[in-house]
């Protein structure tokens, strides 16, 4: 019944989007945040039910078509070096899906084409950004559509930290908990109402970046304290998500930023983001007041031991079994084990 209903809104959603495709991009974050709370509902936990929600975006790009084709050509003019950079992506990418398919063998060819949709949709969305924004104003208010729908989504996680049996929360396909094992501690991730903890983990993250930028933008004030407290509340998530790359996210975005705007960021600026930092470290603080939750926090600290570790057990390895051209697609991409049906 829950797959059926969703199928009919997804429907409702394609058809929209072929009378009105720029609106229709609103609907993406909710389908996309429905699909995996519906596939833990539907039995037997179907695969395709996490890439449905590439049907809209794929009638969306359909539909905005002739506008795309259009803009592309402005798009090179004013921006040569990213379509450039963009050029060479996908001319590596098409390298790297032949690789994968000789690894994997031409009756695995499925599993190198998952990969390279995956990698190709934010390359096209680079084009479908430029098309699709034509004032600030838009943005915004899709930026507030994300936060809403996500810090709605969230609560799923912090449910599942509380242990509150429920059946669109946990990973999917799985039963009984995830716990990482690092040197002296256990730690358990949680994917909330995500199908898996880096999913859950990449949104909390990308949340918390958002809400950064938007106390920013909006200087020292009443709303920097809103702003403020949605990134606790992502930050909050990417901590219990156990992904140490949900936090180095969130610091990684904060030093990109300052290094892109700070010549012209405003005392009222300075004075917003300090604000933002002291209510995160109060998040931080709060792990670290009891033995239980302060395994997050000493989780997210990555030792020199395992850096190197990681390069000679990780990086070298890869290369002293297949060479500097590595395995190709499909070799780290999630969920291809269901396409090789192991």
Not at 59 to 79: H, K, N, P, T, Y
Not at 143 to 169: C, D, F, K, Q
Request: with cysteine; glycine share 10%; charged share 15%.
């Amino acid at each position: 019944m829950a797959l059926a209903l969703y199928l009919a809104f997804l429907g409702a959603a394609c058809a929209y989007a072929l009378l009105d495709w720029r609106r229709a991009w609103f609907l993406v974050p909710l389908c996309g945040i429905l699909q995996d709370p519906i596939r833990k509902l539907t039995p037997n936990n179907p695969v395709a039910v996490s890439f449905l929600v590439v049907i809209l975006y794929t009638v969306i790009l359909f539909a905005g078509r002739r506008e795309l084709i259009r803009d592309l050509g402005d798009f090179s003019a004013r921006f040569p070096r990213v379509h450039a950079a963009l050029f060479a992506v996908l001319l590596l990418l098409m390298v790297a899906a032949l690789n994968g398919l000789a690894t994997y063998g031409i009756e695995n060819w499925k599993v190198p084409l998952l990969s390279l949709i995956t990698y190709c949709i934010p390359v096209v969305a680079v084009l479908m950004g430029y098309t699709w924004l034509r004032r600030e104003e838009v943005l915004l208010r899709f930026l507030n559509v994300y936060v809403v729908l996500t810090s709605v989504a969230l609560i799923g996680t912090v449910l599942e930290y509380m242990r509150v049996p429920w059946r669109i929360l946990g990973l999917v396909s799985m039963e009984g908990e995830w716990i990482r094992h690092l040197p002296g501690i256990q730690i358990r991730l949680l994917s909330g109402v995500y199908r898996g903890p880096d999913i859950m983990a990449w949104h909390a993250a990308t949340l918390t970046a958002i809400a950064i930028a938007l106390a920013i933008r909006e200087g020292f004030g009443r709303r920097v304290l809103i702003w403020g407290g949605i990134a606790a509340w992502g930050f909050f998530n990417c901590i219990i998500a156990g992904r140490r790359k949900a936090i180095y996210y969130v610091i990684v975005f904060m030093a990109m930023f300052l290094w892109r705007y700070f010549r012209r960021i405003r005392a009222a600026q300075i004075f917003a983001l300090l604000g933002v930092l002291v209510i995160l470290a109060g998040v931080v603080h709060h792990f670290n007041e009891t033995e239980e939750s302060s395994v997050y926090t000493r989780g997210a600290l990555t030792t020199q031991g395992e850096v190197s570790q990681r390069l000679q057990g990780g990086v070298f390895e890869t290369f002293d079994q297949f060479g500097l051209m590595g395995a190709g697609l499909g070799t780290a991409t999630q969920g291809v084990y269901h396409l090789l049906g192991r």
